[in-house]
């Protein structure tokens, strides 16, 4: 799909590829499981309710994958990052299950499997990408602004009497 340099997004050098996911391989399925639960379990102490993400299990993603599509971006041949790409009603894509390895954050992963993402959406014609960001993780709220995501509603988790998450969306051109 798309290599650092070649407009994956990443920084030049990084050896990173973002290629769609295999959801056939249980060994990648395997992978994809542990870097969403890894990622996601990271952000245990700092949000409430607990992400739901760390409960995600090969069943389950196979299950996913069934309806949805998933991108890898592979390091060296490892899966370093993941996400899962979901079509909307009018076109729109949503991404989902955003990972990446702990010690490659920082290092252009997340930037190339959101350009890839973004390649995607042209490709089908959406025009927009929206995805949902914890209002307790500041950081990740930077990330997608700094590539273009705007801030929109407030949402609340069931249960919540207070908005917990924001749905952020880009505009694909």
């Not at 760390?54 to 993941?82: D, F, K, M, P, W």
């Amino acid at each position: 799909m798309a290599k650092t340099g070649q407009g994956g997004g990443a920084a030049p050098g990084s050896g990173v590829t973002v290629r769609p996911m295999r959801g056939d391989s249980a060994e990648e399925i395997a992978a994809v499981v542990a870097l969403i639960r890894g990622a996601f379990a990271d952000y245990l102490d700092r949000l409430d309710p607990p992400p739901s993400a760390v409960n995600e299990t090969a069943e389950s993603i196979t299950a996913l994958l069934g309806r949805e599509q998933g991108l890898v971006a592979e390091a060296g041949g490892v899966a370093v990052g993941c996400l899962v790409l979901q079509r909307r009603e009018g076109g729109d894509l949503y991404v989902g299950r955003v990972a990446v390895a702990r010690e490659h954050r920082g290092s252009g992963v997340g930037r190339a499997l959101m350009a890839a993402a973004e390649a995607e959406a042209r490709r089908l014609g959406g025009m927009r990408l929206a995805l949902g960001v914890r209002l307790a993780l500041d950081g990740n709220r930077r990330f997608f602004a700094s590539l273009g995501f705007t801030e929109g509603a407030l949402h609340a988790h069931p249960g919540y009497d207070r908005p917990t998450w924001v749905e952020m969306t880009k505009a694909i051109g």
